[in-house]
């Protein structure tokens, strides 16, 4: 089962990855594209509201699945999921919206393997059909699959499928399908021709008090970037609900990004790397290039505004965006080497936003190189620590708290709160 839903989870952000390449080159051939941000909000916003259902939840059905894990007999969750994120997220990125591809990923995985699940449970024996636990297997194998295959990270998105849906626990169960579905779904994706962006390898860097010292400030730093961004994100989404009909939400948004890219415009700095992914910031930053001091707020408050009115796409990619070029300032700042500090944080504010520090050390592997270990998973583990039980992820619950400040009662208390705000579709701000 974790083979047949990598192969799915492959083939989608596959299609999608080349889908995605295509965006970006007539926006920046044609910068007034940008202008046409509200209507294509509009547009998406309609769409949702008049077809997507249970699916315009995303992220949050999908973890709140593995959660509740409902009667393997009912399709949870639909179909139509994967098209319509395919389609948001793509007009989004045409017309400059600050969002990633993670969320598109993960979404087109989980819908496809429950998918899969629904067309066993239809032509199987009785007695050969997916039962319960193994539906939430194949969720886990979902998220997996298509979290390793985007990003071309098997390892991180093996451990991430398994880290992500409960704070300070790893689902071990879901080992076996998780890592068969990550490595076929990135085999996939490469065996296409789909090519992932590569980022310069970090040359080994030895153990030293004074750095180690550092790397800890830098990661306290990031994750206090990483609860800025989920508290700044969920204010905004509080702030549209406002608007009751939530197609006109993302033309507010439209017209604060357009705003925000006349400022910067007048004031001489170049709001264009702001727009979309941003990967040639976060490259730049890896490789040792001078930035903007506040580049990261800045992203940050683009890729906040876009989500938090309602446009379609991920927030990791922009996540990267941010630690990276944060991690570039922290190095002038802490006077360690700009290049090894972005890299470092390029995975630590991610580790912040989504509580998965393991997974997220284990990118930074992945894509910079192992000479450093020790170094990725202090960062990481120094952002998790400190940035709080919030997380991009709404419906992630808490297995054990970071702080003994959360006592019991309060845990059982955010649990519930976040399974009833999954379940009834709230909005994150709610």
């Not at 989870?9 to 995605?20: D, E, M, N």
């Not at 310069?200 to 990483?226: N, W």
């Not at 490789?287 to 990791?316: D, M, P, R, S």
């Not at 705000?421 to 709610?430: D, I, M, P, V």
Request: hydrophobic residues 50%; aromatic residues 8%; charged residues 15%.
């Amino acid at each position: 089962l974790g083979g047949a839903v990598g192969f799915l989870g492959g083939l989608a952000p596959a299609f999608f990855l080349v889908t995605l390449d295509g965006p970006p080159r007539p926006r920046l051939a044609n910068p007034n594209l940008l202008f046409g941000l509200p209507l294509a909000g509009f547009a998406v916003g309609w769409v949702y509201q008049r077809f997507g259902g249970i699916a315009a939840q995303g992220n949050t059905l999908v973890i709140e699945e593995v959660h509740s894990n409902q009667d393997s007999t009912l399709r949870r969750i639909p179909r139509r999921m994967a098209p319509l994120i395919l389609l948001g997220t793509v007009i989004t990125h045409l017309f400059g919206g600050s969002a990633g591809r993670e969320g598109t990923a993960l979404q087109m995985g989980a819908s496809l393997a429950d998918g899969l699940r629904g067309l066993l449970q239809r032509w199987l024996p009785i007695r050969l059909r997916p039962t319960p636990p193994e539906r939430r297997l194949m969720l886990m194998a979902g998220i997996s699959g298509g979290f390793g295959a985007v990003f071309g990270t098997p390892v991180a998105g093996a451990v991430f499928g398994m880290e992500v849906q409960t704070i300070g626990r790893v689902r071990y169960e879901g080992l076996v399908p998780c890592l068969v579905a990550a490595y076929v779904g990135d085999l996939v994706v490469r065996g296409l021709g789909v090519a992932h962006t590569h980022y310069p390898h970090i040359a080994h860097v030895e153990i030293a008090p004074v750095l180690l010292l550092k790397v800890a400030m830098a990661g306290v730093v990031c994750g206090l970037v990483s609860h800025l961004f989920i508290e700044l994100n969920h204010a905004i989404k509080h702030a549209s609900t406002r608007i009751r009909n939530s197609a006109l939400r993302p033309v507010l948004g439209g017209f604060v990004i357009i705003a925000l890219t006349l400022v910067l415009t007048r004031l001489g700095i170049p709001a264009s790397d702001y727009l979309g992914l941003g990967v040639p910031l976060a490259l730049g930053s890896t490789q040792g290039q001078a930035v903007f001091a506040l580049a990261f707020l800045l992203k940050l408050i683009y890729t906040a505004v876009t989500l938090g009115t309602g446009f379609l796409g991920g927030e990791v990619t922009p996540l990267f965006v941010i630690g990276a070029t944060l991690g570039s300032s922290l190095g002038r700042w802490l006077n360690v080497d700009p290049a090894f500090m972005a890299s470092l944080g390029f995975v630590a504010v991610f580790a912040g936003a989504s509580n998965a520090p393991i997974a997220c050390a284990l990118m930074g592997l992945e894509l910079f190189g192992g000479a450093s270990p020790v170094y990725f998973l202090l960062i990481c583990a120094a952002a998790y620590l400190t940035s709080g039980h919030r997380s991009i992820y709404v419906t992630q619950r808490i297995g054990v708290p970071k702080s003994p400040t959360v006592n019991a009662h309060a845990d059982e208390r955010v649990r519930d709160f976040s399974a009833r705000r999954g379940k009834e579709g709230l909005s994150e701000g709610s």
